[in-house]
């Protein structure tokens, strides 16, 4: 059964090249080559997404696997990210007299900025190089081939539920992640002043407005799902073997990452228009 | 299957647990901007708001009761500022209360005071437009310190023109603390004075002698005793 999607390896063999051209045009066709291939493969996505029937165990299972595995390392690096960013901000605003200031500009540093974007680079290297990996691994011992035999859709049971769990877990990692770092923030507050829990939790929602929580919420989605998209996309379509999946799974975080900066900024942007 | 079903729950805890953190986070921002308590709207009239934003406090003897809901500009001179403040604190502002833009600390954001008013006047109603106190500006201020500093260089120039006057020993208090003449003169007075009171003595015991003049001394010492 054929998944009527071409590989970049399959457009590379259709491909004639000619003497005259130079290595940049053949890496700026390469560059477009993919993004035709990528934009074929999210397109795929959202016709099987809605397209019954539904993988609703095996989305569980990676949903389990993407989220709930990942918490430890979220939570560790969110602990430590907003203790380091209280101490490290502190000589600062002491040298202006607005200790006072730490909790709400480290709450605010965190929920609009920090704590989704590191989150989600974490995530990438977690969780976008395993997809990329795995699937890639999967494809060159066949398995993808076998799966489709047998009449499994492997898009649908592979992909479809790896990328939505990722896209729905990454934002409730963010949430968790963000109030650890809170707490971080809270410890590292403490570590050279005396401020009690209820004052520090006054002094975080005082200078919280809803314009810095939901657009930093609305993009984790989006943080989520290009990570698994991209893991999926370089392991579904790998190839060359041990050294592809090494390849899908190292190019899977490299975009992954770039494109977590790329919406970041996107998102910035966005935003600023509505604020 | 046991394995997949404690999966199937911890994935759960999990899930709820962030919503749960989500739902608290959206309750407590909410709570600040009044959006879950019972409130009432009042308006004031400014000629400038001097940077107030949407979303800043509002302060009733110096409790956060409220939030700045919008700010309009009414005319080329007037600034229509609206406020959503608690309804439990409207039994405490009187219909001639005052608002006043403040700001919060020397870095901190703008704010509105609101000053109670005069106890048995009226309470507030939904609506209504309450008095206003221009605020002080920081060119206000630098204004005044600009006179203020000039005032002080002219009355520092004037002083060192009088030093100088006085340190050459010119009109009467530089005569008086330079001038050496002068300290001379008033110490050859002192001695004329000695000398002459040194002779009066001498003459009033003669004086004391005199047939003519021997009684009426005999009479005071009799006096005397």
Redesign the interface.
Known sequence: MSTGLKTSNDLNSEKVTTPSENSYVKTLKGFFEEVTLLTKFTGRFFREVIRPPYEVSEF??Q??LI??KS?PLIAITGFIMGLVLTIQSRPTLAQ?G?ESWLPAMVAVSIIREIGPVITALIFAGKVGSGIGAELASMKVTEQIDAMEVSGINPFKYLVVTRIMSATLML???V??GD?ISLYGAYIGVNLKGDVSFDLFFVKI??K???TD?FPA?IKTFFFGFVVALLGCYKGYNSSKGTEGVAEAANSSVVYASLMIFILDMVAVQVTSLFT | MKKETGNKIKLGIFVSAGFALLIIGIYFIGERQQLFSRTFHVSGIFKNISGLQIGNNVRFSGINVGIIDGIEQMTDTTVKVDMLIEEDTRKFIKKNAKAIIGSDGLMGNKIVSITPGTPGQEQLSDNDIIATEQPVTMDDILIKLKVTGDNAATITNDLAVVMTNIREGKGTIGKLLMDTTMANEVDQAVVNIKQGAGGFKQNMKAASHNVLLRGFFKKKTDKKE
Request: zero cysteines; proline letters at 5%; glycine letters at 4%.
């Open positions: 569980l299972k949903s389990y989220g709930y918490l202006f607005a934002p409730i990692l949430i968790i109030v929602f005082e919280l407005v809803f929580v919420f």
